[in-house]
C-alpha cells in the first residue's frame, strides 16, 4: 500500500528533492568534484526518480529480484560502472542512493503531520528500499571494478608477449612472470604465428623471467617446442637457472630431446653458428 | 611439532595455485631457506595444488612453519573432498595420469621434499603433506 503513496509523494516534490539531492551529492565529493559534472549528476537523479516512481506505481514492494525494478538494476549497474571507471570509491558511489534518505525523509514528514504512525510506516517503507538499492549500487561498483581489473589483466597478457626477430630467421620470446593458465597458450600461439609469419627456422625461448618451471609449465614448453618442429623451426630454451635445472630433474621431466642454454647470450651464439655465422670483433 | 605460523589459502581455481606458490615462496624466504630449496618447495606446492584443483574438485590448503627440536621447515597440506585415488601406487608411477598430464606430480613433489605423505579414500578425499626443512 505504502508503494504508491511514496510514488506520489515523490511526485509531488520532484524538483526541490531534485534540487537538493544533487547539492547534496555534490557537496559530499568536496574536493573530488571536478571528476564528475553537475548536469551528469543531475541526469543520474533524475532518471533514478524516474526508475523508481514508476517501479513504485507498479508496486514492487522492496524485493529487487522482482522484475518491475529491472529498469532501475540497469540504471544503477550504469551508474556504478561509470562511477568505478571515473575512479569513485566504493562509498562515495554509494552516496548517491543514500544521500537522497534525508531529502526524501524531510518531504515524507511534511505529509504525515499530525500521523505519527502513518509516517512512521511510510519512513520504513522508504529506508528498506533506499537501504536494498544503495547496496545493489555497491555490489555493481564491485562486479565493474572486477571487470575493469579484469580487463587490464587481459590486455597486459597481449603486451606482455613480444616475439623479437633477433637475426634474420632468429626469433626470441622472453618470458616474464607466470607461466601456466591462460597466459601460456596465447604466449606460445603468438611464437608459432610468429614463425610462419616471418618465415623464421630457429626460436629462442628464454625463461630466465619466470620463476617456477613445474610440470605443466614443462608440458607447455615441450608442446610448443615440437609444434615449432613441424613447423621447421628448431627451439632452443635458455634461460634455466641452477635451481630451476635442479627442479627438473627432481621432477623427471625429460628435456633431452630439446636444445637447452643457461643463458639467453648462449643460445644467441648457437643459433648463429647453426645458421654458419660467426660473430667477429672488428 | 610446534607450529610457529599457519596460513590457510582456498583452492579452487587455477588462480589459487598462483597465491599459494607465493605464499609459499615467502614464507620460505622468511625461514631463510636457500633459493635451492624455496624453488623445490614451490614447485611441489605448484603440483599438489593444481592436483587438488584438478583432480581433487577443489579443497584448500594449509601452509605452516614448524619447528622440531632446533630446526625449521615448512608444512604443507593439501586437502580435498574430492573422489580419491583408487590405486595409489599406481598414482605414485613416474608417468601415470589420469588424465592430460605428464604424470609426474605426485613422484616428483616427494622427491623435491624431505617429508611426504598421502592418504586417499575413494570417494571421501584426497590429503597430501610434505615438508622441507631448513637445511
Ligand atoms: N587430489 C587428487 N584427487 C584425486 N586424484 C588425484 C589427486 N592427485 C593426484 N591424483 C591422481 O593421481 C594421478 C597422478 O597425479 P600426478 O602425478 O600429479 O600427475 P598428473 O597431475 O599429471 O596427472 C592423477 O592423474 C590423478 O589420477
Ligand atoms: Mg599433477
Known sequence: MGNTRLAEIIGRHERDLLAEWTRRQMDSFGTGRDRISETQLRGNSQDFLRALTEALLRNAGSDLRRQEWSSMKDLLGEISRQRATQGFTPSETAVFVFSFKQPLFTRIASEYPNDSEGFAAELWTATELLDELGLYTSEMYLKSREEVILRQQQEMLELSTPVVEVWEGVLALPLIGTLDSARTQIVMQNLLEAIVARGANLAIIDITGVPTVDTLVAQHLLKTVAAARLMGADCIISGIRPQIAQTIIHLGVDLSGVLTKATLADALQLALKKKNLTVARS | ?135
Request: proline fraction near 3%; glycine fraction near 14%.
Open chain 2, 1 to 135: 611439532m610446534p607450529v610457529v605460523k599457519t596460513v590457510e589459502l582456498p583452492l579452487t581455481r587455477q588462480e589459487d595455485v598462483v597465491a599459494v606458490r607465493q605464499r609459499t615462496r615467502s614464507l620460505g624466504v622468511e625461514i631463510g631457506l636457500t633459493i635451492v630449496d624455496q624453488t623445490k618447495i614451490v614447485t611441489a606446492a605448484s603440483e599438489l595444488a593444481r592436483n587438488t584443483v584438478i583432480h581433487g574438485g577443489g579443497g584448500k590448503a594449509t601452509i605452516e612453519i614448524v619447528k622440531e627440536a632446533s630446526k625449521q621447515g615448512l608444512r604443507l597440506t593439501f586437502e580435498d573432498c574430492g573422489p580419491g585415488i583408487p590405486d595409489l601406487e599406481r598414482a605414485m608411477q613416474d608417468g601415470y595420469t589420469s588424465g592430460a598430464g605428464l604424470g609426474l606430480g605426485l613422484g616428483g613433489s616427494k622427491r623435491l621434499c624431505n617429508d611426504f605423505a598421502i592418504e586417499s579414500k575413494v570417494g571421501k578425499g584426497t590429503r597430501v603433506t610434505i615438508a622441507r626443512w631448513k637445511a
